[in-house]
């Protein structure tokens, strides 16, 4: 169970929606349900801003590469949504950061993966400053 929002995050979630409705373009979403924005004005001689609403908690290892390279201005134009070309056959599906959750890697011998240890091979031989 999630706790309360405080009046503070409220506020804030608020605002930031005021602010997005106020000043942003909406450009798109992708598989997760973030939301992408960019501004309707730009004064001259800056970049434009560019922005993302979370669908859910705010995590930046949850926004797929294509989109990332757009928010930092890596490229002009987010990918039409279905667009192939970024994605390789031999590429995996994009997964976000899973450290610290259930799903995270744990190598053999971790605590929270048996804890047993593959006893040592004999071959080790530790370093000693000459």
Do not use: C
Not at 12 to 36: E, L, M
Not at 72 to 100: I, M
């Amino acid at each position: 169970m999630s706790q309360p929002l405080s009046l503070f995050t409220k506020l804030a979630n608020i605002h930031i929606r005021y602010v997005t409705w106020r000043i942003g373009a909406k450009v798109g979403s992708d598989r997760f349900g973030n939301v992408y924005y960019r501004s309707k004005t730009t004064k001259a001689g800056t970049r434009e801003r560019r922005w993302v609403i979370y669908a859910g908690e705010p995590d930046a290892s949850l926004i797929p590469p294509e989109w990332h390279g757009w928010l930092h201005h890596t490229t002009k134009d987010p990918l039409p949504e279905g667009n192939s070309a970024f994605h390789k056959p031999w590429q995996q599906e994009h997964l976000p950061n899973l450290s610290g959750s259930a799903q995270a890697y744990r190598p053999p011998g971790h605590v929270l993966a048996g804890g047993q240890r593959v006893a040592a091979t004999g071959d080790y031989e530790p370093w000693t400053p000459a």
